[in-house]
């Protein structure tokens, strides 16, 4: 049940982050355009609410539980730098908007693109583990939401080999090859 919830939620975001580029550039509804795109975090409170209310019902906290919180993390670490993204792309092929311009490949502003994507995880992160704790705590059975803990300890090496790859660009910055 909460697997298909947080994929429902996944999908009721970009539905929302599209109907607002719609309304905004097809049919000229900004405001109408901005109100849905600023509906995208009911969906996470929603998500952690439904994921609270199945530990508290019992359930043992498992894989999804903890993947919840990790996509509630990015989305409000990430999300908005999404809608960006999907906003100039949307407005560029449906409207007047501006060709976007492409992400950069070498020096120093790839390491400072590549370094900015780390702090993003980093905080990402941060809201992620927040959440664990609470579910955590919430609970208040360690036996039942050990799962939880393991989810904060695994994203903390997925966020340590990002971190590496990240900053390896700051300290060897790709070069332009001259072909």
């Known amino acids: 049940m909460i697997v298909f919830f947080i994929v429902a939620c996944e999908v009721l975001f970009w539905i929302f ?15 109408t355009g901005g109100i849905l795109l600023l509906c995208t975090p009911i969906i996470d409170l929603l998500l952690i609410t439904v994921t609270i209310m199945d530990l508290r019902g019992g359930t043992e906290a498992g ?8 996509y509630i993390g990015v989305t409000i670490a990430f999300g908005h730098r999404m809608i960006q993204w999907a906003d100039v792309r949307f407005a560029h092929r449906f409207a ?11 020096g120093a502003a790839r390491a400072k693109r590549e370094r900015q994507g780390w702090y993003r995880h980093a905080l990402a992160w941060v809201i992620g583990v927040m959440l664990l704790g609470t579910m955590i705590l ?10 939880l803990m393991a989810m904060a300890l695994r994203w903390g090496l997925i ?17 332009q090859t001259d072909s």
Do not use: N
């Not at 982050?17 to 405001?31: E, I, N, P, T």
């Not at 919430?138 to 799962?147: A, F, H, K, N, S």
């Not at 080999?161 to 700051?170: E, K, L, P, Q």
């Open 138 to 147: 919430i609970v208040g059975e360690p036996d039942r939401t050990e799962q």
């Open 17 to 31: 982050v599209l109907s607002g580029l719609s309304a905004r550039y097809l049919l000229g509804w900004r405001r």
């Open 96 to 106: 007047v908007g501006e060709k976007p311009v492409p992400a950069p490949k070498y």
């Open 63 to 70: 894989f999804v539980h903890g993947l919840a919180a990790v």
């Open 159 to 175: 966020l340590g080999i990002d971190f590496i790859y990240s900053f390896s660009y700051t300290l060897w910055p790709k070069k």
